[in-house]
Nanobody, 114 residues
């Protein structure tokens, strides 16, 4: 059983930065990606970024402002978000998929507003 707990969300002004963290518990394999997704009000959940022990991958529209990293020793994935825009307002979810199972955290809310 895998559990994912996100933290770090909050209110930030446009142009600001925020760092989200995802702590995973259970059997976590470093070769399997930990990913971030987000869901804005009234929209479908969308992919943000993912990280394995060999590399990172980003949604094209976010790669210039978001940075994902991973600490395998701590089973933690971090999403650094810079130059935030109101359109980044969403609930951000951590995801881990392995062995046909898809695990999600409960999400952390990011609000970008002046």
């Amino acid at each position: 059983q895998v559990q994912l707990i996100e933290s770090g969300g909050g209110l930030v002004q446009p142009g600001g930065s925020l760092t989200l963290s995802c702590v995973a518990s259970g059997t976590i394999v470093s070769t399997r990606p930990i990913a971030w997704y987000r869901q804005a009000p009234g929209k479908e959940r969308e992919y943000v970024a993912s990280v394995t022990n060999t590399g990172t991958h980003y949604a094209d529209s976010l790669k210039d402002r978001f940075t994902i990293s991973r600490d395998n020793a701590k089973n933690t994935a971090t999403l650094q978000m810079d130059n935030l825009e109101p359109e980044d307002t969403a609930v951000y979810y951590c995801n881990y998929a392995t062995g046909g199972m898809n695990y999600w955290g409960k999400g952390t809310l990011v609000t970008v507003s002046s």
